[in-house]
Structure formats: C-alpha cells, structure tokens
C-alpha cells in the first residue's frame, strides 16, 4: 500500500482550502505492522466541475466535500462517487450543521461531517477515524479477493487431479463398449480392475477432502474425551493389515506405556490411518514399518519409520501442501488424493503441535506428528 494518501478538498473558500490542507500535511498516522507512516497529499477544486476533472485524472483516497458548492450540491458529488464504486470516503463539510444533513450525507455515502467552522483538532480527529475505516475497508476488500483467488485455485486443481481418473475409467469403459477384445468378458478382467482402483482413488480423495474442509471450517463434530493412542494405532494397523501383507511389509507398534490425551478419536484416526498407510503404500517390497508412541512433556508423540523410497529435502519442503503429492517412477502407479498429509499437519496444529518428516531417498521416511490434549 501507498504511504501516502491522497486527499481531495472540494470547497469555494481558498482559506479554508489551504488551512484544511495545512493541518493535514502535519498528520502522521502510524500503522500496526509499522514502517513509515502515512502522510497526506492535498489537492484542492473549488467547484464540482473542478472535482471530476481532478478525481478522472488522479486517484484519491480521501474527500472533504462541502455541501454548498456554486455549480453543485456536495452530495452530487457523493452520488457519484458511490456509483463509481470507488475504494475511497468521503466527509462532507458544511455550515448548514443538522440532523437532516447529517443523515441524507450518511444515506449516500459520507462517512461523516464537519460543521463549519471547525478546529484543527476537530479536523484532525474526523480524519483519522475516516483513514482508519478506510484501512479496515481495504484489509477486509484484500482478504476476500485472496480468499476468492485461493477458491479458484484450489477448484483448479480438484477439478485437474479429478479429470485424470475419470478420463481413465472412461476409456476403459469405451474398451469394454467398443468389444475391443472380443466377446469374452473374462478379457476385461485388467480393465475392470484398473476402473475400481480409479474410482477407489477418487473416492479417496472426496474423503479427504471433505475431512480437510470440515477442519478448516470448524463445522467438523468433535467429541473430546480421553483416547489411548495405542488403541488407536492398533485399530490402525489392524484396518491396512492386507494392505500390508501383500506387499510382505511387516507393522509394529512400540508403545512401552499408555499414551492418553484428551482428543477427538476420529481425528486421531484420521492422523494414524494417513501415517501408516502412507508407511505401507510407499514402501519397497519386504520392507517394516514402525509406529512408535511416546511422551515429550506435555506432548504426545506419535512417529512413523518406513523403509520406504524416501524423499530428498525439496520433496520434504513441499510435502504437507494440499493436493502436493511427489511423482516419479517410483510413486507413478500409487494411488492418493495428496490432501492426507495436508489434513495431518492441520490436525495436529488444532492440537497445538505439528507435523514434521525426515527423509533420504532410497532409505525411507520418518514423519512425527505432536500432539497436545485439547
């Protein structure tokens, strides 16, 4: 943002002009996140004609309009601002001090007035709450744009990671169709198979999703209540044990003492479940997993080792992204929806902890989420 502001000051008595413009160019306004502070730069137009010449030709924030002008009313000038929608406020000076201006001002868009003739405290204290909402209006004008524009972002790549999948069971439905090999449905064996890992993949992905938003939104049901984090991963690995056999990855739990916390038992699921399926999934053939809980003061610790594939540090950086999953020819044929991770690290923040990986390529992982009893 500019550290200036710039104010325009519409009235046909040059005193009051250049005293207006006098008291403002000694105004400093700090802002909280600091650095120089605000100023003002003054222009001035003594009739309405005047001001729309100047307002086309420069951007102002800021304008003191009066009421009573030779060629217009002040809240002309007012109506049209607000049909401009512009990114400004406006204060109406007048010598006419009454409710019925006051609320006709306020109807169409002044932020306040000042009755004449005022002091330069009065000057003064009018103008800085004025910056001070216009601040607010444009901090609070920023964060939705960046809101929208996440929105968008985060469409675009739902709707890319989803076209994949569905371009995939569509051409194997296509094959099936089209009979290109032949009549025997034995045949389409590999096809059929291929669609239900898709549609499995995606539905995965809604899953997570909808996990993630929940917890982002807070409109996810939470039942807080004591929860044995043993149980938990045992429940766990218990949930990917074929997972685990046919890849003849060996899962053992490491829990010396009862781990409790208070905590809801689904999102401890959730973390658990993302953790150690990922240990199975991205691991080599014949390979361990360890699943180990632990006390580190008051925080509960839960650490996953694999014998996986690894990771190498800028794969780490970017792994706990939403939609963020590592691709290569080792990863290429393993399914996920890269919002398992994402929801994690999210978890575990809820906690007042966090999630953190160490990894090297070819010698596997080693992902630690804390966690605090809520």
């Known amino acids: 943002m500019s550290r200036t502001l710039r104010t325009l000051v519409?009235?046909?008595?040059?005193?009051?002009?250049?005293?207006?413009?006098?008291?403002?160019?000694?105004?400093?306004i700090e802002l909280p996140e600091g650095g120089d502070p605000l100023t003002f730069e003054t222009d001035t137009a003594a009739t309405a004609a005047e001001a729309r010449r100047q307002w086309t030709a420069w951007n102002?924030?800021?304008?003191?309009?009066?009421?009573?002008l030779p060629d217009a009313s002040g809240l002309d000038l007012l109506r049209e601002l607000r049909a401009r929608d512009a990114d400004t406020l406006a204060i109406i000076v007048t010598a006419f001090a009454s409710l019925d201006v006051a609320v006709t001002a306020t109807k169409n868009g002044a932020f306040d007035f000042l009755s004449k003739p005022f002091t330069p405290e009065e000057l003064e204290s009018v103008v800085r709450k004025a910056v001070r909402q216009l601040l607010l209006q444009r901090r609070a004008r920023a964060l939705e744009e960046e809101r929208r524009r996440a929105r968008f972002e985060f469409l675009s790549v739902l709707a890319h990671e989803l076209k994949a999948p569905l371009g995939a069971v569509e051409g194997y439905l296509r094959i099936l169709k089209d009979r290109v090999l032949g009549d025997r449905i034995e045949n389409y064996a590999t096809?059929?198979?291929?669609?239900?890992?898709?549609i499995e993949g995606m539905?995965?992905?809604?899953?997570?999703?909808?996990?993630?938003?929940?917890?982002?939104?807070?409109?996810?049901?939470?039942?807080?209540?004591?929860?044995n984090l043993a149980e938990v991963a045992r429940a766990a690995i218990e949930l990917f044990a074929g997972d685990a056999a046919a890849r003849r990855v060996t899962v053992e739990l490491h829990a010396p003492a009862p781990i409790e916390l208070r905590a809801d038992r689904g999102e401890m699921e959730i973390i658990l479940n993302n953790l150690i399926s990922n240990g199975i999934k991205y691991n080599r053939e014949g390979g361990r997993v360890d699943v180990e809980l632990s006390r580190d003061?008051?925080?509960?610790?839960?650490?996953?080792?694999?014998?996986?594939?690894g990771m190498t540090e800028a794969e780490c950086a970017k792994l706990f992204s939403e939609f963020v999953r590592i691709k290569n020819e080792k990863t290429v044929v393993i399914?996920?929806?890269?919002?398992g991770l994402s929801t994690v690290r999210k978890l575990a923040r809820l906690y007042g902890g966090d999630a953190t990986v160490r990894s090297r390529p070819n010698e596997g992982s080693v992902f630690t989420v804390s966690l605090r009893s809520a």
């Open 297 to 309: 003061g008051e925080m509960a610790v839960i650490r996953v080792r694999d014998t996986g594939i």
């Open 60 to 68: 102002y924030d800021l304008f003191l309009l009066d009421y009573k």
């Open 335 to 339: 399914p996920g929806s890269g919002l």
């Open 191 to 198: 096809q059929v198979d291929r669609s239900l890992l898709r």
């Open 10 to 28: 519409v009235d046909d008595e040059p005193g009051l002009c250049a005293g207006v413009a006098r008291v403002l160019r000694r105004i400093k």
């Open 203 to 227: 539905r995965k992905m809604i899953n997570d999703l909808l996990d993630l938003t929940r917890i982002e939104s807070g409109e996810r049901r939470r039942e807080l209540r004591t929860v």
